[in-house]
């Protein structure tokens, strides 16, 4: 099919806006992307939905809500089985963590509180800690957005 001088992806991009303001205002839509024209290529554990809850069940959430507000719209939905971890479609088991009410996933380690006393891991949806404060010669500091134990740095005026 040729729409728009030869450019589908533009007519698939306008296509979708359509789509898009139709469900926000309670309209039903058909699925109308197919293998050879419009395709949403969705990543693992996955499938394309053109009525994807507004409101999905995820690590976090793990049943639908009941008074979710947020119309359907086109997306990938988790196959059955799978919950949705941040950017990824994952089995219950490997699920992350709440923790400080931020999501964690699973297998990552963490200091939870500023003082870098207790060292956690998240597996599969349980967090585990130990005793573990910074070592000799390093600080407690958050570097790009992760809290950890760091080299100390030496400036002027800093001794240490």
């Not at 290529?41 to 995820?58: D, E, F, K, L, Q």
């Not at 009941?66 to 196959?79: L, M, Y």
């Not at 500023?114 to 998240?122: A, I, R, S, V, Y």
């Amino acid at each position: 099919m040729v729409l728009n001088d030869g450019n589908q992806e533009a007519a698939c991009n306008i296509i979708s806006d359509y789509v898009e303001k139709c469900q926000m205002r309670g309209g039903c839509v058909r699925a109308w992307r197919n293998r050879r024209f419009c395709w949403v290529h969705c990543p693992a554990n996955s499938m394309y939905s053109v009525t994807a809850s507004g409101c999905p069940i995820s690590c976090t959430v793990k049943s639908p809500l009941v008074d979710c507000k947020a119309p359907p719209s086109e997306g990938c939905v988790c196959n059955p089985g799978y919950l949705q971890s941040q950017d990824a479609c994952v089995p219950l088991a490997q699920c992350g963590c709440l923790s400080e009410q931020q999501y964690i996933v699973s297998g990552q380690k963490f200091y939870p509180k500023p003082d870098c006393m207790k060292l956690c891991e998240c597996r599969g949806g349980v967090v585990s800690c130990e005793d573990k404060p910074c070592q000799k010669g390093k600080s407690c500091g958050v570097h790009k957005g992760v809290r950890g134990c760091y080299d100390n740095l030496k400036t002027p005026g800093n001794k240490g």
